[in-house]
């Protein structure tokens, strides 16, 4: 089994910045890709940054958070982080973590609580 926990989550201002955190424990096997989701009442639930572990890191973002928000990852701490900047009242959401590991040829999928962004204007 594995655990996903995040932290770093609060209320700030906009164009303040936070960093979020998410550290993945338990029965690490081969860790993948690591991202974060946003989900702000009523509405669905939305990719905001991914970054794969193959290659070079590819990292990919959410239009909406180009240029404001950076995924970064510390593989020996199965660590992924969020630094969000300038951020937006439309920021505001409980923001996710999700970690795909393998497994011989199965992927796995797990997700973290969530931790509130609250951004006022």
């Known amino acids: 089994q594995v655990q996903v926990v995040e932290s770093g989550g609060g209320l700030v201002q906009a164009g303040e910045s936070l960093r979020l955190s998410c550290a993945a424990s338990?029965?690490?096997?081969?860790?993948?890709?690591m991202g974060w989701h946003r989900q702000a009442p009523g509405k669905e639930r939305e990719l905001v940054a991914v970054t794969s572990s193959s290659g070079s890191g590819s990292t990919r973002y959410a239009d909406s958070v180009k240029g404001r928000f950076t995924i970064s990852r510390d593989n020996a701490k199965n660590t992924v982080y969020l630094q969000m900047s300038s951020l937006k009242p439309e920021d505001t959401a409980v923001y996710y973590c999700n970690v795909l590991a393998t497994r011989g040829i199965i992927t796995y999928s797990y997700w973290g609580r969530g931790t509130q962004v609250t951004v006022s204007s």
């Open positions: 338990g029965s690490i096997f081969s860790i993948n890709d």
